[in-house]
């Protein structure tokens, strides 16, 4: 049995949780709204506040499913109750971030600004020039829209320019062995 397919998750207070046919989920809370289609074959009951996840057999496909519908659900009771955030670091002469409206604007030594826009259910925040702080409700959104955000400059290996993750740790290496420093 799966370890974390096996527990339960608790609904709080103020969050609305429907299932309806074909195990479509829509959770309600004061973050906002997540809806998601899940598999099929998985058995999803609602036991007043909680919910529960059952596999129908020992199948190989019904055992990895198991863990991850739990978890799926168990995300978007968290996402419309706390939300789900990442941090982003800019390192670099002259490596900025500014927000104009919905639109982040990046300064990454490219000879024009990369803009992005701010996508629904995303709040952008930049609380310093070198700092972005994406969040949202669907951590799989803020994910994607972060990874987004550090693709326009990744970080280098040999003086940790671009853009990083703050958990994140740059392997460095090296420069030129017989480069000699002034």
Known sequence: MSRIGKMPIAIPAG??????GGNNVVVKGPNGTLSRELHGDMII?????????????????????????RTLIANMVDGVTSGFSKQLDINGVGYRA???????????GYSHPVEMEEPDGITIDVPAPNQIIVKGADKQLVGHVASKIREKRPPEPYKGKGIKYSDERIRRKEGKAGAKKK
């Open 15 to 20: 969050v609305d949780f429907k299932l309806s």
């Open 45 to 69: 009951k609602v036991d007043g506040s909680t919910v529960t996840v059952e596999r129908p057999s020992e199948q190989k496909l019904h055992k990895s499913l198991h863990g991850l519908t």
């Open 98 to 108: 500014q927000k104009q409206g919905k639109k982040l604007v990046l300064t990454l």
